[in-house]
Nanobody
Framework: QVQLVESGGGLVQPGGSLRLSCAAS??????????MNWYRQAPGKERELVAA???????NYADSVKGRFTVSRDTARGTVYLQMNSLKPEDTAVYYC??????????WGQGTQVTVSS
């Protein structure tokens, strides 16, 4: 069964950077047809869309992260990335990779913890 796997989370000081990665286990993401999203969920809060990249490569960001986060794709590796710069304590959350795939439907990763603290 295909699964999404996130990596790259961890503890970082305010103002620091992290890069999250997401790939499909045992399969390649095909970005010409697979739309990719990054969500996050902080304790006691609703899951929110942070960044998205559609199958045609257009991107969208939540206002709270615009200018600080960048979503990108590596076609050869079948991997999507979320580069997070100038991190703030309010960015602390579990970050989830999501794919809207015509092959597999809507799939979610298990999440990776990002903690921004001094």
């Amino acid at each position: 069964q295909v699964q999404l796997v996130e990596s790259g989370g961890g503890l970082v000081q305010p103002g620091g950077s992290l890069r999250l990665s997401c790939a499909a286990s045992g399969r390649r993401l095909i970005f010409s047809i697979d739309a990719m999203n990054w969500y996050r969920q902080a304790p006691g809060k609703e899951r929110e869309l942070v960044a998205a990249i559609t199958s045609d490569g257009s991107t969208n960001y939540a206002d709270s992260v615009k200018g600080r986060f960048t979503v990108s794709r590596d076609t050869a590796r079948g991997t999507v990335y979320l580069q997070m710069n100038s991190l703030k304590p309010e960015d602390t959350a579990v970050y989830y990779c999501n794919v809207e795939s015509p092959r597999w439907g809507n799939l979610w990763g298990q999440g990776t913890q990002v903690t921004v603290s001094s």
